[in-house]
């Protein structure tokens, strides 16, 4: 090869060494800070996500709600029969007769509704005149077309319409449903949630902290001056809002979740923020902000539309996430060691240039030792793909060896080796290396090696790996360079397929194991160590088998059966357990893939993922769809489930299925006596004496309030029914113990019996429904006519 070459620094290529690491460096820092707004960004989307979906959730479960007390209480012939007589008449008096009469016949259903959730029931006329309101039923007559967007929405459609609706007092959730009386729009009813209930359905699971902003164009043209000095309060950090006082959590501290809360650190929060919200709040999408400082907090807002599709305001929800705190001290510590480790390989080059110096001594023994196998190289170079060149440094010339025009894919007549039509074959994104990389050798006498890619006449790219060495003449000054060429394409190959496929395995978060056709193990990754609990020596060479067992709850195939059905039909998947050290059981989705090597050999590669999680979060979620959160009983969708499957069951055998309908007598005044807390622990006493008293195939739920029901199971005779009956008003009446109190109260008990009273879950429900109230207005007036009473 002719080298033209300047004479840059000796030290040029360890500069450009000292700069990779240095780019190096930089980047690994940079991955490290991506790797932290990455963590951001992922539990800002999570926690916006978890305000969304829980308030699509309660929306979902209100509106239910409401459909079911309508059909199942208003839309009764009684009633319908009522608000048509109403609309029908502009008497006041025979109104004010009809009202009493509609007032007096749903007042215990609208005892029920509060104790529900409820917080308004509302009749409605058509006009949208309001005919009744159960919790002020003083007030009447008015007309609320103009001034209530949904009720309006829903008396012109005649369609039932829901949503959230600002009030003038009260902001909540509407569901207005029309009434039809053969045929005949006769008005609407309204069942309204305030937004207290929300709220207090997620305090008790510690999903954060919530605050409701209301749009102020809003509360000013629709709530009293009065209410709205009372129940709104000002937002400074966000304007064009106001704070809805009614649900504000340090107003009402039933509202707060568990944690150190104050108003102080939630204002410190919101003024943190401050410059990132105002902006955004004119948008009127959902957003989230994280701040470090008074504390880890995201805050997520969601703006929510009024039934007529107009901004409403904002529900905040006030979420601490330690783990940020946590990864922000991870990256400092990381930045740390990485500057540790760039000092450390700074210095590491330092020796290694000296080594190199005492290195360029054993040029002169290297360069002898090369003619004297070069006969035998010449041999060797076909066989190994290598040729050889020599470039004399005062002609120029170059010559190549035959292998090399080989590889170069050129033949001798018609190719004169030259450094340009030696450049001009190496891929043009190699080149500047290359040149480097001689021209250091030339100006140092230094040898050099790199390996890089040419081009062949006909397009094809190969690897190569080339090696040169400068011999001096005895003034010190270069007379030839000699090296060697040599085609490593298929190596190359190779090993970046074998690195690829040995960084997947072990890279990858899934558990890699493979096993020989005895089944014995040979390979693991360090996912399956992590799961396992064991090391490369303990697993290397054991069963598989001896690792897995069938999935507890859920059956299927041992791991043998898997295993030989992965050789017979080339693959399996399911759901085993893995059983590491000390017994440790963890579920796992588990899948075998058999292979064939090239020499004959079966190998089975298995590859499982840990889903104890998923498991447990199935698990949790059910639990919580179908029981009571205050007293652990079973809630109406599990019980109305198990009633159902009870009454399909007691077909099949001819067996009976007794239901029990309770409902607590003088609850109420206990709530109002000792408070809150005196009637949850009521409600709790009541469900546990309950459960003792019936047996572990029945059930015991909680549907709302203080209305408990009793599934039996294959009660012996209906008199059994009737006497588990009475044991539980006896077991109700007996004193419950609250501090220095003992409250006592009683219960009305409806009974219902399969197939004696209904064929179905509905109608026994509504049988027994039926007979707790006759015996509860029993009680009634047997109070009423004993003696003493007013």
């Not at 080339?570 to 050290?581: C, D, K, P």
């Not at 003992?742 to 209904?758: K, N, Q």
Request: charged residues 30%; hydrophobic residues 40%; negative net charge.
């Amino acid at each position: 090869m002719v080298l033209n070459l300047s004479l840059p620094g000796v030290y040029l290529r360890h500069g450009v060494v000292a700069g990779t690491l240095l780019v190096g460096f930089l980047a690994l820092a940079w991955s490290f800070v991506d790797s932290y707004r990455d963590l951001q960004r992922s539990l800002g989307k999570e926690a916006l996500g978890h305000l969304e979906m829980e308030y699509e959730l309660i929306q979902t479960y209100q509106g239910n709600l409401a459909r079911q007390v309508v059909d199942d209480n208003f839309r009764t012939s009684e009633v319908l029969s009522l608000m048509a007589r109403a609309a029908e008449t502009e008497d006041p008096e025979e109104r004010a007769d009809l009202r009493e009469q509609l007032y007096l016949e749903l007042l215990p259903v609208y005892e029920r509704m509060k104790a529900n959730g409820f917080c308004q029931l509302h009749f409605h006329l058509p006009e949208a005149v309001s005919f009744l309101r159960f919790h002020r039923p003083d007030m009447h007559g008015d007309s609320l077309w103009e001034v209530r967007e949904g009720l309006r929405l829903a008396q012109s459609t005649r369609t039932t319409v829901s949503g959230f609706e600002e009030g003038r007092v009260v902001n909540g959730f509407r569901h207005i449903f029309p009434l039809e009386s053969e045929g005949r729009f006769v008005g609407t009813v309204e069942a309204s949630f305030s937004f207290m209930t929300y709220l207090l359905h997620h305090v008790g699971l510690d999903h954060g902290m919530y605050r409701l902003l209301i749009s102020d164009e809003l509360v000013e043209s629709k709530v009293w001056p009065e209410e709205k000095r009372r129940n709104y309060g000002p937002a400074p950090r966000h304007p064009g809002l106001v704070r809805d006082l009614r649900v504000d959590p340090f107003r009402h501290p039933e509202l707060l979740p568990p944690g150190e809360w104050s108003s102080e650190l939630v204002d410190e929060l919101d003024a943190r923020v401050a410059g990132e919200v105002r902006p955004r709040l004119r948008d009127w999408k959902p957003f989230w902000v994280l701040t470090r400082t008074p504390a880890p907090v995201i805050v997520s807002f969601m703006p929510i539309e009024t039934i007529g599709d107009r901004p409403g305001g904002y529900i905040l929800r006030y979420h601490r996430v330690p783990e940020i705190a946590r990864a922000w001290s991870l990256l400092w510590w990381k930045l740390a060691v990485a500057s540790s480790l760039l000092v450390l390989v700074f210095a590491a080059l330092a020796v290694l240039y000296r080594r190199e110096r005492r290195g360029a001594k054993l040029r002169d023994y290297l360069l002898s030792d090369l003619r004297e196998e070069h006969d035998n190289l010449e041999r060797a170079q076909k066989i190994a793909h290598i040729g050889n060149w020599v470039s004399d440094a005062r002609s120029g010339r170059i010559s190549w060896s035959d292998e090399i025009y080989t590889i170069f894919g050129r033949r001798p007549a018609d190719f004169t080796p030259t450094h340009e039509h030696f450049m001009e074959a190496v891929h043009p994104e190699d080149r500047e290396q290359v040149e480097k990389a001689v021209s250091h050798s030339f100006r140092t006498g230094d040898p050099y090696e790199i390996e890089h890619r040419i081009v062949r006449p006909d397009g094809e790219i190969r690897h190569v790996l080339e090696r040169g060495v400068m011999e001096m003449d005895g003034a010190g000054k270069p007379r030839r360079m000699i090296g060697t060429v040599q085609d490593v394409t298929e190596l190359r190959q190779l090993e970046e397929t074998r690195k690829e496929a040995a960084a997947i395995i072990e890279s990858t978060h899934e558990a890699i194991f493979v096993t020989d056709a005895a089944g014995r193990i040979v390979r693991t990754n360090a996912s399956f160590q992590r799961e396992s609990g064991l090391d490369v020596d303990e697993l290397h060479g054991r069963p598989a088998d001896s690792l897995f067992e069938p999935s507890d709850d859920r059956g299927g195939d041992a791991f043998a059966d898997a295993w030989r059905k992965a050789l017979e039909r080339g693959a399996w998947e399911g759901e085993l357990t893995l059983v590491g050290r000390r017994g440790h059981r963890v579920p796992v989705l588990l899948s075998l893939t058999s292979l064939t090597l090239d020499w004959g050999e079966r190998r089975v590669v298995g590859l499982f993922s840990d889903i104890s999680g998923i498991h447990a979060r199935e698990q949790l979620m059910w639990h919580k769809a179908h029981h009571d959160s205050l007293t652990g009983a079973a809630n109406r969708v599990l019980f109305e489930e198990r009633l159902t499957r009870a009454i399909t069951e007691g077909q099949r055998h001819q067996e009976l299925v007794g239901l029990l309908y309770v409902d607590l007598d003088g609850f109420k005044p206990i709530n109002d006596e000792h408070g809150h807390e005196a009637g949850d622990h009521v409600l709790r006493t009541v469900v546990q004496r309950l459960e003792e008293a019936t047996r572990e195939t029945d059930t015991v739920a909680r549907l709302g309030g203080d209305e408990m029901a009793v599934l039996l199971i294959r009660p012996a005779t209906i008199d059994d029914v009737e006497g588990v009956a009475e044991k539980l008003r006896e077991s109700i009446a007996r004193p419950i113990g609250w501090h220095d109190h003992s409250i006592r109260l009683s219960a009305s008990v409806g009974v219902a019996i399969h197939p004696r009273d209904g064929s179905n879950a509905d109608e026994l429900l509504r049988v027994a429904d039926a007979a707790m109230y006759r015996e509860k207005r029993r009680h009634r007036s047997s109070r009423e006519t004993s003696p003493g009473s007013s």
